[in-house]
């Protein structure tokens, strides 16, 4: 889906890593919340309360998720999952755009 309809996006942004990672909360009508943000080059590492789809929308990055050895390489679009209580580590090569879905279970 390239859009959404009928949400509440919450002005205030997110903001990680002295502005390298930024994204603006979508909240969705049966409660659901996901994501918008923008990650500019850099190493990071962030920790997941619940389950989290990530869908990169364009960019280039590597991705180490728990209990992997082998770093998930995506350029251009792509996702993957993390699961909840856990944490990952990204090294972003370009300017990457992503959407981050929250699963609360």
Not at 39 to 57: A, K, Q, R, S, V
Request: aromatic share 12%; glycine share 10%; charged share 25%.
């Amino acid at each position: 889906m390239s859009q959404f309809e009928n949400v509440t996006v919450v002005k205030k942004a997110n903001v990680y890593f002295d502005g390298k990672v930024t994204s603006r909360a979508v909240l969705f009508a049966d409660g659901t919340k996901k994501t918008l943000g923008i990650m500019l080059p850099g190493e990071y590492e962030f920790g997941t309360d619940c389950l989290e789809i990530m869908e990169i929308l364009g960019g280039d990055l590597k991705v180490l998720l728990p209990g992997e050895t082998e770093w998930l390489h995506i350029q251009g679009e792509g996702e993957f999952k993390v699961p909840a209580n856990t944490k990952f580590k990204l090294q972003v090569a370009e300017v990457t755009d992503y959407c981050c879905s929250y699963i609360y279970e």
